[in-house]
Every structure is written in C-alpha cells, then in structure tokens.
C-alpha cells in the first residue's frame, strides 16, 4: 500500500490505485480518534464533498466509520463549496468537518481534508496527532464502521444542506442593497465544480442577471483542469464579452477560490481580488 501522507491540507491521490476505499477509512478512523481524544466527537462531524466521480460514495465510507465510533454526522445532501462545508461547523457547533475533495487537480484525483471545530485552514497542531493516529491505524488494520443503513437507524446522521445558512451568513458581510442599485450582468463559472448553483443563487437574490455556464456536475470536468487560473479561462473570457456583461466568475473545483474577468476581458487573480476588501 503507498504511503498516506496527510498534511495540513489533506491527502490527495489518485482514484483507485492509492485513493481507496480502504484507505479513506483508515483517514476516517484516525480523524475519529482526534475527535475523542480532544473530547469534540459529542459535537459531531460536518461530511461534504465535490463533484468528482465516487465523492459521495467516498463520504458515504467516512460517514459509516463515524458512526463505528458513535460520532454523529452532518452528511451534505449533495456537492457543496469548501467554504459552505467550513461554515456549517460553526452553524452546527460540530467538532470539525470533513471534505472529500482534490480542488483544481486533474479529474482522476479526488482528497480528504480536515476541517477543525474553529472552521479555518487545519494547522499542525490538529494534524500532527491525526498524523499520528493514522500510523497507528494503518499498522494495525482495525477501523470501527457501520453500515449508512444502521446510522441512520440509531441515529446518527443527519442530512444537512449547508446553502441557507451560508447563504444569510455571506448576506450579512456584503452590501447587497448596493449590489441590487447597480443593476449588474454577471457571467458565473463553476467550472463543473462544488460551486454550482451558489453564486449564481446569492447574486440572482440580490437583483444580478447572471448567466452560467459550465453549471452541470462533470467529473471530468469537460476535460480541463478545474482551475480559475487566466490560462483555463478563455470560454468564461468569451462569455463576458458576448453579453457585454459587468462581470465574469470562476470557480475552481471546490469552490474555494476564484478568478474575475472584467469587462474588457482582463483577468484578476485572488490574491489581486482580495485588496478590494
């Protein structure tokens, strides 16, 4: 079996030669075992996932082995952003998530991350014992799991759909009465990825005309790379353009960053997007 080598930003490999079934659930345990030993499993685990291919079947694995060790869990109904599944610990009080995703990688790689109770980026201080478990796990094969069926008998996992909630929570950081004044055509850019349906929800509530596109669940996501980079943006660049929009956004695969084409075509990076605020 190939290494797991878990950081602070998850494991990534690829699908069906490292990242298995099997292995996923020895993740799972290790981060079971965290939950316990900082006494967090009573407040449950957050589960989502994006849209590559076996993502839900692979929260569905997670899902089974919380319950083996009586951890509740909050298991996203469908695909949901990174950042709507981050919110949702703090909306849920949860002792952390976890999220099955591999964010702008190639279509054939899917990852595993965790998310702790305080809903920022992971640090050492809650990898390093995960870390730790995980060794132990992997040596000794043992990993406690029941069947989705059986949860959901006793009790222990509830369907979340984490879209409201974030929803008014990014309703009170902006101005949308400002939004809705200026009358804005916007171009959104999912890229067959996690965010579909967000943006494009958020602004249209608020008086946008958005249009999307690349806005179906894809695994392969049409081909390209799920990244909202300048080079992966030209039919979004194209798009902009054609409508004579204000705006155009993209989304890279879990939704967790993005890139901005304005009116004359030219592209923003995040790091250029963020000074605005």
């Known amino acids: 079996m190939a290494e797991i080598t878990f950081g602070t930003d998850g494991w990534r490999a690829i699908i069906a030669a490292d990242f298995t079934f099997t292995n996923v659930s020895y993740v799972a345990q290790a981060i079971a075992h965290y939950l316990q030993q900082e006494g967090l499993a009573e407040r449950g685990l957050v589960v989502g996932y994006d849209t590559r291919f076996l993502a839900d079947r692979f929260a569905q694995v997670v899902t089974e082995v919380m319950a083996g ?120 850019d999912p890229m067959y990825g996690a965010g579909i349906g967000y943006v494009e929800s958020i602004l249209s509530k608020h008086g946008c005309a958005v249009t999307a596109i690349h806005n179906r669940r894809d695994p392969l996501f049409g081909g390209k790379l799920p990244d909202p980079s300048a080079a992966h943006l030209e039919a979004l660049r194209q798009q902009v353009q054609a409508d004579g929009a204000d705006l155009g956004v993209a989304l890279d695969g879990d939704a967790d960053r993005l890139g901005v084409i304005d009116p004359d075509g030219r592209y923003y990076s995040p790091n250029e997007i963020l000074t605005l605020f």
């Open 69 to 188: 060790n009586g951890i509740h869990t909050y298991l996203c109904v469908k695909y949901a952003p990174t950042p709507a599944v981050a919110h949702a610990v703090l909306a849920q009080r949860a002792g952390g998530a976890v999220m099955l995703t591999a964010s702008h990688n190639p279509a054939e790689y899917l990852g595993i991350k965790f998310i702790p109770h305080y809903a920022g980026p992971a640090l050492p201080a809650e990898i390093d014992p995960i870390v730790a478990n995980l060794q132990q796990v992997v040596q000794s094969g043992k990993v406690r799991q029941l069947t989705l069926t059986g949860a959901r008998r006793q009790g222990l996992v509830t369907e979340l759909e984490p879209l409201p909630a974030y929803t008014a929570h990014v309703e009170s950081l902006l101005d949308f009465t400002a939004i809705k004044k200026a009358g804005l055509k916007v171009v959104v």
